[in-house]
């Protein structure tokens, strides 16, 4: 069992930054895949970002891409998303999970979740 608690969102202008962070309770956080998700009101659960357990291997979004950042810190079981350059379509909650296994996109093959943090981007 992971339980997960997502901290660092805010307000931020067109082109500033964030860093979201996502606390995991449990002694086994290192053998778990972390990734990031977003959504906007009346919309489906996006994937923004996934990284292995190790922290070697890592996967984006399209939208995100060159402009995101996560990485994991297993000796402080947190996974966090760097954001830059923010854009107003970057505006979302954004949830973090985990799922044994390779890291993938689908969100129905993470197993657990945060209860999700706002991000808002304002033009």
């Known amino acids: 069992q992971v339980q997960l608690v997502e901290s660092g969102g805010g307000l931020v202008q067109t082109g500033g930054s964030l860093r979201l962070a996502c606390a995991a309770s449990?002694?086994?956080?290192?053998?778990?895949?972390m990734g990031w998700f977003r959504q906007t009101p009346g919309k489906e659960r996006d994937f923004v970002a996934s990284?292995?357990?190790?922290?070697?291997?890592?996967y984006y979004a399209d939208s995100v891409k060159g402009r995101f950042t996560i990485s994991r810190d297993n000796a402080k079981n947190t996974v966090y998303l760097q954001m830059n350059s923010l854009r107003p379509e970057d505006t979302a909650v954004y949830y973090c999970?985990?799922?044994?296994?390779?890291?993938?996109?689908?969100?129905?093959?993470?197993?657990?979740w945060g209860q999700g943090t706002q991000v808002t981007v304002s033009s």
């Open positions: 990284i292995s357990w190790g922290g070697s291997n890592t």
């Open positions: 449990g002694r086994t956080f290192s053998s778990y895949v």
């Open positions: 999970a985990a799922r044994s296994g390779r890291p993938v996109t689908s969100m129905s093959a993470y197993n657990y």
